[in-house]
């Protein structure tokens, strides 16, 4: 595994994802004077040497609101697109509302889209065929997870409530050939929890993790095993590559990322024989953003 600090220039750099586009790769991340400040803005990076070296792209802002948990995609269309989440300066009306960018070049992006519902906090967006999921979570109480469905047009509709109960916040969502849907939900300060359910993703069964996790992403590797990069909260604080096993909800911690403290929130790029991830981590005194490329030799074998 190697893994360097690719950026520490705001004063704190955190939440991070990474996407595989236009023939090079693309980080995001908030960056704010603090965890919690109201002038968070994205920054975007590009690297065009296979994460290497990293140059500074785009500072994505909104006059009225604090951004915060970027997240990429791709439009069928080749677009690039962000989701994240505005802390609205002006509460009158509500506290959060999500909203959706795009950019034809990753340097130049669209006016704020807002989506969704307000105080609705969608978390990741995730395309499957010709439509895009993202779960959302509400901002208060009580606690409830809402899907929504959105196609090419960027219009995302509220599809179905899919679990109340504890804090659930934090999601990603993982589509199967036979278009089956799973997700890693996010609880607090519970163990987080893997749900299932087939089309039209109405009816979800959850069961519960072995572990609590923050700022939950996974994909399946060739092989078919599912790997997640999450923080832990047992012994120590940390982010941690993890098995996961899909049909009991067993999580197996396969490999610790030097990290510690404020940290996690990964986003993750398989390409050939190398899992790619970008996360935060503040184990070297300052908040930064990290770049890891682990062969899949390193990871336990099936």
């Known amino acids: 595994m190697h893994s360097r600090c690719i950026w520490q220039q705001g004063e704190h750099n955190a939440f991070t994802d990474l996407i595989a586009w236009q023939g090079a790769l693309w980080c995001v991340f908030r960056e704010a004077t603090a965890h919690v400040s109201p002038d968070g803005a994205f920054r975007v990076l590009r690297s065009t ?3 290497n070296s990293w140059h500074n792209m785009a500072l994505v802002q909104h006059a009225a609101a ?4 970027p997240k990429f995609s791709c439009h069928p269309d080749g677009r690039l697109m962000l989701l994240g989440a505005g802390a609205l300066h002006d509460k009158s009306q509500g506290s959060h509302q999500s909203y959706i960018w795009y950019s034809i070049d990753g340097a130049v992006w669209s006016a704020a889209q807002a989506v969704g519902d307000i105080n609705f906090w969608l978390w990741r967006l995730t395309w499957h065929g010709q439509q895009a999921y993202a779960l959302a979570y509400y901002v208060g109480r009580p606690s ?3 899907l929504y469905i959105g196609d090419s047009t960027l219009q995302f509709k509220l599809h179905e409530d899919i679990y109340q109960g504890s804090y659930a916040n934090e999601n990603s969502l993982l589509f199967q050939p036979d278009n089956t849907a799973y997700c890693l939900l996010r609880r607090d300060p519970e163990v987080g929890l893997l749900g299932r359910s087939t089309p039209p993703y109405r009816q979800w069964h959850w ?8 700022g939950p992403h996974w994909l399946q590797l060739a092989d078919n095993r599912a790997v997640a990069c999450v923080r832990l909260y047992d012994d120590r604080v940390r982010t941690s590559l993890c098995g996961i096993n899909m049909q009991s909800g067993e999580l197996t911690e396969w490999l610790t990322l030097p990290s510690g403290g404020d940290c996690s929130y990964a986003g993750m790029v398989l390409q ?3 899992l790619l991830l970008s996360y935060y ?3 070297e005194s300052k908040t930064a953003i990290y770049f890891a490329a682990v062969a899949i030799s390193e990871l336990p074998a099936a």
């Open 49 to 51: 040497d296979h994460g």
């Open 66 to 69: 604090d951004l915060r948990d």
């Open 144 to 146: 409830l997870s809402r």
């Open 207 to 214: 069961q519960a993790l072995t572990a609590r996790i923050g």
């Open 272 to 274: 050939d024989d190398r």
């Open 281 to 283: 981590s503040s184990h």
